[in-house]
Every structure is written in structure tokens, then in C-alpha cells.
């Protein structure tokens, strides 16, 4: 697997922005060398039947009229030391197997699976251990970032042989193996249930986006870049949402930015594009909106992920899916 992290200073071009004439559709109209895509004749033979069309079983996410990426994502699974339960509630380890093989019974099988923070609730290896046995069944990649519950080190170190995450410092990274990038921000600040990106990590951001300023791509992050209006959870937000703004409004060429740290599903327009949070694999946060909450709570309303489908015509469309067993389906069309 090619992993891009770009450490090169920031080019001209990301202090300038993008071309303002720019529409992110031309992306894939360009010489493949200038939009940073790389054509299937130099992509590994595992990668390349995926941008002709699809692989011969034809179980992944790419339609033979063009190239397409489907991305799942699961966020805030929150697993613990196995036989102990979130808060004394939540079997978060029985939710996320749940999870785990409604994913891969999916048809057409994401191409990839991102966890955007708080993998696991208290930060310790032995939890890590136990999440990492619980996705093994994926039979695609998996990318992760940190939340406000991980531990940078011990994250670090339970994902280190799978080889994208930085051995020191931030927990930022670049994946360019599809045609649309994963741009992932590292938003954690030890101790704090609240989030930052500070001037190295949205430096990074300028770099990694200068370096291939027309090429889509979304971007993970834990903490979401807007308030909620759920404000308890708005206390502990992100510190850096203008910097990150600034940075952002420059590439049409983002199409999403996706987070977790809500336990519920909400979007915001943000920068000229879209910014959401994905459900919960296991636990909900009770939907309070009253401005004077105190305190967050958290309801077993039905477990979720999202599913983001990117293709050159249409972007990126998302869909929110609840995990279970439900009665149907059922036609439309009743006969009489």
C-alpha cells in the first residue's frame, strides 16, 4: 500500500490557494501526473483492476463505467478491556462486531473502512488489543484516528504494523490510493475532552493539500469544526476551526470532512464545503438542545455508520445506516 505523508515546506501555491477557476470535477479531466492521480498502469497489481472497473469478483465499490470509491465509516466505537462494558451499560464490543459483519455483508463491499476517533474508552493497550480483534474479520483497509478518549502513544503502537501513522509526533497521515485522497487530522489534546489543531498541524494540512491542490478528497478529523447547538458537547469542541477554514475554503477539491465525537448524525456547510458527524457503533448522545444543558447523556437509540460513495460525476453522496435486523423489504407496489 502507497502511503503519502507530505513533509516538504509549504509551496507558493498553498499560501496563494488553489486556481479560483477550479470546478473539482475537472480533477480527473488533467494528466493524472498534475491532479496527483496515478493512472493503473503504475498503481500495485492489487490496486490497479479497482481504478479499471472493479476486481473479478466484482464484490467492490467501483462500477465498470468509471473509477468510484465507497467509503465506510464507523466512529466513536469506545471498546473496552473485553468483559467490561462502557459506563457499566454499553457492550460497545458486541455493538462494533455487529458492525464489523453487516459491513462486510455489504454489496458492493467498501473499498475501505475509516474509524474517526475514540476507538477505545479509556486509552490502554489491552483495549486496543481487543478493538484490533474485533475488525479483523474486514477484509479491506482500515485507517484510524485519534479522539479525545485514545492515547496517542498506545494507538500508535497498536496500529504501528500496519504502517501509516507517523512514528513520532502527530497522528496525521495521507492515503493516495484511490482517486479520492484521505486527508486524516490528528485533533487530540492529552487529557481534554475538547479538541485542537494547532499551527503544526494545520501547517501540515496546507502542505498535504498544496501538494495536489485539485485532487478530491475529504478529510477525517474526531472533533467536528462547528458548534452543534448541543451545548455540553459544544464546550468540548475544536480550538483552530478558523485556521482550518482559511485553509479549507482554498480547495473546492474537498468534498467532505468527516467526524465523529457527537454519538449522533449532523451537518453543517463549513468553508465551502460540507462538514458532518457519523452516529455511534454503539451508544447515542441524547438529542438536548435546550442552550442551558450542563451535562451530555447518552440514550441507546440504534447503533450506525455512514457510507460515503465518491464518483468523478456526482462527488461524494452519504448515506446514514442504523446496524440491525429489520422487517423487510417490502415492495412498494401492492398487488391486488
Not at 477554514?245 to 448524525?265: F, K, N, Q, W
Request: hydrophobic share 45%; charged share 20%.
Amino acid at each position: 500500500m502507497f502511503v503519502q505523508r507530505t513533509v516538504l515546506p509549504i509551496p507558493s501555491q498553498a499560501l496563494r490557494g488553489a486556481d479560483p477557476d477550479f470546478h473539482p470535477l475537472e480533477a480527473l479531466n488533467v494528466v493524472p501526473a498534475k491532479a496527483g492521480i496515478q493512472s493503473p498502469e503504475v498503481l500495485s497489481p492489487a490496486l490497479a483492476p479497482r481504478l479499471r472497473g472493479g476486481d473479478e469478483q466484482g464484490e467492490t465499490g467501483l462500477a465498470a463505467e468509471g473509477p468510484t470509491v465507497l467509503i465506510a465509516q464507523l466512529t466513536d466505537t469506545h471498546i473496552t478491556a473485553p468483559g467490561q462494558l462502557a459506563y457499566g451499560v454499553v457492550d460497545t464490543a458486541a455493538h462494533l462486531a455487529r458492525a464489523v459483519a453487516e459491513i462486510e455483508a455489504l454489496r458492493p463491499r467498501p473499498d475501505v473502512v475509516v474509524l474517526t476517533g475514540d476507538l477505545v474508552d479509556k486509552g490502554r493497550p489491552e483495549e486496543y488489543a481487543h478493538l484490533r480483534s474485533l475488525v479483523a474479520p474486514l477484509s479491506m483497509p482500515l485507517f484510524a484516528i485519534p479522539g479525545n478518549h485514545d492515547s496517542r502513544e498506545a494507538m500508535r503502537q497498536a496500529f504501528a504494523a500496519d504502517g501509516y501513522l507517523p512514528r513520532e509526533g502527530y497522528l496525521n497521515f495521507a492515503i493516495e490510493d484511490w482517486p479520492l485522497r484521505l486527508v486524516a487530522l490528528d485533533t487530540l489534546v492529552p487529557g481534554e475532552g475538547g479538541g485542537a489543531l494547532c499551527e503544526e498541524r494545520l501547517r501540515w494540512l496546507a502542505q498535504t493539500l498544496a501538494a495536489a491542490p485539485r485532487r478530491p478528497s475529504v478529510i477525517l478529523m474526531h472533533h467536528p469544526p462547528f458548534r452543534t447547538a448541543l451545548a455540553a458537547m459544544d464546550r468540548i469542541g475544536l480550538a483552530g476551526s478558523g485556521g482550518l477554514a482559511e485553509i479549507v475554503r482554498r480547495y473546492p477539491s474537498v468534498e467532505r470532512i468527516l467526524c465523529g465525537h457527537l454519538h449522533r448524525t449532523i451537518d453543517r456547510r463549513f468553508a465551502g464545503t460540507v462538514a458532518g458527524t457519523a452516529p455511534s457503533t454503539a451508544h447515542q448522545l441524547l438529542l438536548d438542545l435546550e442552550p442551558t444543558a450542563k451535562a451530555s447523556h447518552f440514550v441507546m437509540e440504534p447503533p450506525g455508520y455512514q457510507l460515503h460513495r465518491w464518483d468523478a460525476e456526482d462527488g461524494l453522496v452519504t448515506h446514514t445506516a442504523v446496524v440491525g435486523v429489520w422487517p423487510g423489504p417490502y415492495p412498494f407496489a401492492r398487488s391486488e
